[in-house]
């Protein structure tokens, strides 16, 4: 079906700004008005980017059932504020892309790991992911950088920021889980502090 066209009559005598929807969410050439627009590099990267933090919020939401199900509940309540700070992380990558002036294009999202062996191993598989996030964060500033993008550059600076904090939080409970070993008491307490994360 043809999409629909409308146009918009403006207080300015003689202006008409015609807008017209088109159906694969492209903006119309025929608008007269457009913000500078992005390097299609980078505004590819970012909606990559999108897709990565939703994958991070995918493949915490799968530990944190995992942990439920072992009836680890801290655990299993600190993944899910990290699920949703990862869902958070990816509409600021989305609402840039549309404060920018683009439409964003969404990637597919792989189906997360399940079935994990200890919550050493959840806990290094966390850490191994926010590693490969920094170094997607890391790739996507060189770029913004090489393609002279510099709102896009002041926009991830919180991203670098936010990066060191993921993996030194993600580090310290690796840490901890290694020197507890096979002491049930010593996991069941950092259970119970983990369980006190409210966000
Ligand atoms: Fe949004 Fe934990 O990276």
Same mark, same amino acid.
């Given at each position: 079906?043809?999409?629909?066209?409308?146009? &918009?009559?403006?207080?300015?005598?003689?202006?008409? !700004?015609?807008?017209?929807?088109?159906?694969?969410?492209?903006?119309?050439?025929?608008?007269?008005?457009? #913000?500078?627009?992005?390097?299609?590099?980078?505004?590819?990267?970012?909606?990559?980017?999108?897709? @990565?933090?939703?994958?991070?919020?995918? &493949?915490?939401?799968?530990?944190?059932?995992?942990?439920?199900? $072992?009836?680890?509940?801290?655990?299993?309540?600190?993944? *899910?504020?990290?699920?949703?700070?990862? #869902?958070?992380?990816? &509409?600021?990558?989305?609402?840039?892309?549309?404060?920018?002036?683009?439409?964003? *294009?969404?990637?597919?999202?792989?189906?997360?790991?399940?079935?994990?062996?200890?919550?050493?191993?959840?806990?290094?598989? $966390?850490? =191994? @992911?926010?590693?490969?996030?920094?170094?997607?964060? @890391?790739?996507?500033?060189?770029?913004?950088?090489? =393609?002279?993008?510099?709102?896009? #550059?002041?926009?991830?600076?919180?991203?670098?920021?936010?990066?060191?904090?993921?993996?030194?939080?993600?580090?310290? !409970?690796?840490?901890?889980?290694?020197?507890?070993? =096979?002491?049930?008491?010593?996991?069941?307490? &950092?259970?119970?502090?983990?369980?006190?994360? #409210?966000?």
């Amino acid at each position: 079906m043809e999409p629909p066209a409308s146009s &918009l009559r403006v207080a300015r005598a003689g202006t008409m !700004i015609k807008v017209v929807f088109v159906t694969n969410g492209e903006r119309s050439a025929v608008s007269e008005v457009a #913000q500078t627009p992005m390097k299609g590099a980078v505004r590819e990267a970012m909606e990559e980017q999108i897709g @990565h933090e939703f994958s991070a919020a995918y &493949l915490y939401l799968s530990m944190s059932g995992s942990f439920e199900a $072992a009836n680890l509940t801290g655990f299993a309540r600190w993944m *899910r504020a990290q699920a949703s700070e990862e #869902q958070v992380h990816a &509409l600021k990558f989305f609402d840039f892309l549309l404060d920018r002036g683009e439409s964003a *294009r969404l990637p597919a999202i792989e189906e997360p790991s399940y079935g994990f062996r200890s919550p050493l191993d959840t806990f290094e598989q $966390a850490l =191994e @992911h926010e590693k490969r996030v920094t170094r997607f964060i @890391h790739d996507l500033y060189d770029l913004a950088v090489s =393609e002279h993008d510099y709102p896009a #550059q002041v926009f991830l600076n919180w991203f670098v920021s936010e990066q060191v904090e993921e993996e030194k939080s993600a580090t310290e !409970i690796v840490e901890r889980l290694r020197m507890a070993g =096979e002491d049930t008491a010593a996991l069941l307490m &950092l259970d119970k502090e983990l369980g006190e994360r #409210q966000q």
